[in-house]
């Protein structure tokens, strides 16, 4: 996670996650040579052919959960919103400011070094996650400090009363 943006009216953290849709590729690769090469040989080997094939769905899975997140906090329109770009599309989730309690951190199966930021809101039970997976690293946690920081920032007034000389 990175923060973008970070104004006493605005903070916009990015998470892209479009990195575990790499993890499959190599293999990918592997198998569609293996394939090439057995067809170049005069054989056809049906073993290389189902590796290529799981390689490709795999390779297909990982790309359609694997997403580009942009969470902006915004206190001008009281508005949270959540961008998620992924090879599916783009999903976007619009939540009132207001109802937002704090960021929290969740760690992975009692892991203190694996976690993810999710965000409590008053009112609803529901936690919402900043991203799918869980992320070695301090990043995690300095989301969460710099998200609460920003939540207790009182929002900025201008003074309606003119100054008189």
């Known amino acids: ?60 899975v990982f790309l359609r959960v694997s997403a580009n997140r942009r969470i902006e906090f915004d206190r001008t329109r009281s508005l949270i919103t959540i961008s998620k770009t992924s090879i599916a599309g783009r999903q976007v989730i619009t939540r009132d400011l207001e109802e937002l309690d704090r960021a929290i951190l969740e760690d992975y199966e009692g892991d203190s070094t694996m976690a993810r930021t999710l965000l409590v809101f008053n009112k609803a039970p529901e936690k919402l996650p900043l991203s799918m997976t869980s992320d070695h690293g301090p990043w995690q946690k300095k989301t969460v400090e710099i998200i609460n920081s920003w939540l207790t920032l009182s929002s900025p007034t201008l003074d309606s009363t003119p100054t008189t000389a």
């Open 1 to 60: 996670m990175k923060v973008v943006q970070n104004t006493p009216d605005k903070l916009v953290v990015r998470n892209n996650e479009l990195g575990w849709a790499l993890i499959p590729l190599p293999l990918t690769i592997l198998a569609a040579v293996l394939v090439v090469e057995s067809v170049l040989n005069g054989g056809f080997s049906y073993v290389n052919a189902f590796g290529l094939a799981i390689g490709l769905t795999v390779s297909y």
